[in-house]
């Protein structure tokens, strides 16, 4: 009896499927970038990525996260179209609507809207 060729072409192409969700959280300008820096890692455990730029105190951030690494770094100045957006990243079976939720209860005065 003959042991199946388990590499075969085809089954070497095959990857498993990531769902991703995107959320779009619109940041308020008026709130410190402490408290932003609060509120995202809230949600770092159950998101892929967080990235965007955010118009703080006179200042403009680019906000990096990917798993539990938080980065909110001084940048040069951006185009009004894209102040105030982070986009989130999470993957299916993540609870980061959930943890969203739970992060604005705790600082409501961080985020405008969510799309």
Known sequence: MQKPNLETE????????????????????????????????MLLVDTFRIKGFVYLEDTWYLVNAVGNMLY??????????????????SGYGLPTKKAIRKAMEWYPEVV???E
């Not at 085809?10 to 820096?37: G, M, N, P």
């Not at 909110?72 to 990243?89: D, M």
């Open 10 to 41: 085809e089954q070497l192409l095959q990857t498993a499927d990531v769902i991703l969700r995107k959320y779009l959280l619109h940041i308020q300008e008026e709130i410190k970038l402490e408290t932003l820096s609060h509120f995202l890692n």
């Open 112 to 114: 405008l809207k969510i």
């Open 72 to 89: 909110i770094e001084p940048c040069s100045e951006k185009k009004e179209t894209q102040k105030n957006i982070l986009v989130i990243l």
